[in-house]
């Protein structure tokens, strides 16, 4: 069974650091980009930053130079490293995977995950 389930969401002061997995099963991940989008109330689901099948990252602006994609194929995991945590990245984080290419759109993306939540307090 297809599966994606992300964890390590929680609540941080503005500043702080938080580590999000991407645990996957039921398929091959190596063949997958991973992308993590973030949705906060009210807003559209917004790409965060993507890894492609051999390891090329992309990021969106207002995360390049404080968050890091990386991901282990042997482990089935894909981690989101986010440091320097503001306000603004507060939202529920999701994984996503799309076969070979990240893309930007999240209609682009097959299979999601059912989320976690992070709250940055100032």
């Known amino acids: 069974q297809l599966q994606l389930v992300e964890s390590g969401g929680g609540l941080v002061q503005s500043g702080g650091s938080l580590r999000l997995s991407c645990t996957a099963s039921?398929?091959?991940?190596?063949?997958?980009?991973i992308g993590w989008f973030r949705q906060a109330p009210g807003r559209e689901r917004e790409g965060v930053a993507c890894?492609?099948?051999?390891?090329?990252?992309k990021y969106e602006d207002s995360v390049e130079g404080r968050f890091t994609i990386s991901r282990d194929n042997a482990k089935n995991t894909v981690l989101l490293e986010m440091n320097s945590l503001k306000p603004e990245d507060t939202g529920r984080y999701f994984c996503a995977r799309r076969l070979v290419l990240c893309r930007p759109g999240p209609g682009e993306y097959d299979s999601w995950g059912q989320g976690t939540q992070v709250t940055v307090s100032s």
């Open positions: 890894i492609s099948p051999g390891g090329r990252t």
């Open positions: 039921g398929f091959e991940l190596g063949l997958y980009a």
